[in-house]
């Protein structure tokens, strides 16, 4: 098995929830739950960040933090920089880098095992993870990506619409018609390939989307596609995290 790296992109300035990664959660602060889930099977993690108060915090908890550019528009481009910078100041073998976001408090490690496992062919050159679709809504819901997937379980494309479209059949049925995956935000990929995604430009597709992914695949790289029945639980707003208190997650 290769060497991987986690990396934890952490940036301070959300729009809608400024300072998140520093959020309280039952007594820890978000990017330190992400963490140490993420140290339950990588032996090498830092989080990526573009401020000194989150950079100070990771510290504190003694954890591994690099201090990353505001620039970036995305958290490819903060890993791919962050595996720069320590891959010039540490003595750390990696060919495999694991982008695990920051408002992810409750990644499972069935998960994080499950991007791993994508590496043991040497034909992988980006991984990343879908979910079965079992509510009606969710397939109609712009801000829950589908991924449509070949035999070969490669992403073939990523949308916010509803994708497959099913012809002469309500909406309301298609959930029964067809087994519809959602995109997981977690991504890995080979370093020699991170280094040349993130100097690709915008795609036609991912202005079209706004998904970034779909610039990868506009260009010839092939994702592979890991499955898990684990709900993804973001923490983009104060309300999400006060929804997820209310669920009794903490």
């Known amino acids: ?32 739950r992400v963490y140490e889930q993420a140290l339950k099977v990588f032996n090498n993690v830092y989080v990526a960040t573009d401020d000194e108060r989150i950079l100070n915090a990771v510290n ?62 040497k034909r992988t050159q980006i991984a990343t993870l879908v979910k079965p679709i079992n509510n009606k809504d969710d397939i109609l819901n712009p801000n829950k990506p589908k991924v449509v997937i070949n035999q070969k379980n490669e992403a073939i494309y990523f949308s916010r619409a509803a994708i497959p479209f099913i012809r002469g059949k309500q909406q309301s049925s298609w959930i029964a018609k067809h087994l519809y995956y959602k995109h997981i935000g977690l991504y890995a990929y080979r370093y020699d390939v991170l280094k040349k995604i993130t100097k690709l430009p915008t795609g036609l597709l991912e202005k079209a989307e706004s998904l970034e992914q779909l610039r990868w695949i506009e260009n010839g790289y092939k994702i592979k596609v890991a499955f898990t029945e684990h709900e993804s639980l973001s923490v983009d707003t104060p309300k999400d995290l006060e929804k997820i208190r209310q669920m009794g997650l903490f």
Do not use: W
Request: some cysteine; aromatic content about 8%.
């Open 60 to 121: 504190d908890f003694g954890g591994n933090a690099v201090m990353t550019k505001k620039k970036h528009t995305s958290g490819t481009d903060r890993c791919a920089e962050a595996a720069e910078i320590i891959i010039a100041s540490n003595n750390i073998d990696f060919d495999i880098v694991i982008n695990i976001q920051g408002d992810e408090p409750f990644i499972q490690v069935e998960q994080l095992e499950e991007i791993k496992k994508c590496f043991r062919s």
């Open 1 to 32: 098995m290769s060497g991987f790296i986690a990396i934890i992109p952490a940036r301070y300035g959300s729009k809608r929830f400024p300072g998140k990664p520093l959020a309280i959660i039952n007594g820890k602060i978000m990017v330190q």
